[in-house]
């Protein structure tokens, strides 16, 4: 049964550039479309809510952004194109490795007297740096990452509602993976998801069956780089990483996603079964 929302959407203002952001994820959706790609949307960053018409006051939710950006990164590695909705200043593809760092640390002055000397990447950046430059170039060539980002609710609600209408038509082709920690005010207290590890999987069980969707990610807030459980109807599994991984560097996005991608694979060949039976 679908649920009718256009009352709800009718009650929320339009979006400044809201039309422009509009015009830019149905160009890529059908760009993709042509090309035959998988296409995975990606909610990243949290959301704010205005207390007020001009805005001076609001209520925030704390997201950096990590999870979802990424897997942006790792969908693109496999193949995929990304829509990454984000929020305004949060954490983005490729650029997040840079995110603890001041710009002006990064770079130096070349080592000579001229007024025009050049500006150079410090020694110790120049390798991540020339890395993550490669593979960022190489994505923006292929036209396989569009980064549209958000600030308020408002926005976020329209934008991601913009972007699913889009991505119908290529049905099995696309993915939705919500990473967003959005400011849920419009969901009563007692049916919000709980953090309590006691509660999450039951929580997500609930959810799954509620919403019909395909599979929650589940974590607790302290250990969501670490342990994740993956829950669907049928069953739970838990990804983990040992405390030597996390020392090393890995990130726990690195499962996550190939996980996501056989699940996907496994739903689009199930379709196309159903669609030739």
């Known amino acids: 049964m679908e649920v009718d929302c256009s009352n ?13 952001k509009n015009d830019k994820i149905c160009a890529f959706v059908n ?28 209520i925030d939710n704390f997201s950096q952004g990590t999870r979802g950006s990424a897997s942006a990164e ?37 080592d000579d007297s001229s007024a025009t000397q050049p500006i150079i990447v410090r020694r110790e950046y120049e390798g ?45 082709s696309a993915m939705v993976y919500l990473a967003a920690a959005v400011s849920d005010f419009y969901i009563p207290k007692d049916q919000m998801l709980e953090t309590d590890k006691n509660l999450l999987i039951r929580k997500a069980q609930e959810a799954l069956k509620k919403y019909r969707h395909q599979l929650v990610i589940a974590n607790v807030l302290e250990t969501r780089k670490q342990t994740v459980v993956i829950v669907t109807n049928e069953n739970n599994k838990t990804i983990s990483l040992t405390n030597e991984q996390l020392l ?19 739903m689009m060949a199930e379709k196309c079964n159903e669609t030739n039976f």
């Not at 190489?138 to 972007?163: C, P, Q, W």
């Not at 990130?251 to 056989?262: G, K, N, S, T, Y």
């Open 248 to 266: 090393d560097g890995v990130e726990i996005e690195e499962h996550i996603v190939p996980e996501l991608l056989v699940r996907h694979q496994q």
């Open 74 to 110: 790792n969908f693109l590695h496999h193949g995929y194109a990304v829509i990454f909705l984000y929020r305004n200043r949060s954490l983005e593809p490729f650029s997040r490795h840079f995110s603890r760092l001041n710009l002006l640390d990064i770079l130096e002055l070349a």
């Open 8 to 20: 709800f959407f009718q009650q929320l203002p339009i979006p400044d550039k809201f039309n422009e």
């Open 128 to 172: 991540k740096m020339k890395t993550m430059l490669l593979k960022y170039k190489k994505v923006m060539k292929s036209g396989r990452l569009l980064s549209i980002d958000f600030t308020t609710l408002n926005e976020y609600l329209h934008l991601l509602r913009a972007s699913v209408l889009s991505l119908r038509q290529i049905r099995q």
């Open 31 to 58: 760009q993709h479309k042509e090309a035959g790609s998988k296409v995975v949307l990606i909610t990243s960053g949290g959301t704010t809510v205005p207390l007020e018409s001009r805005t001076v006051r609001y």
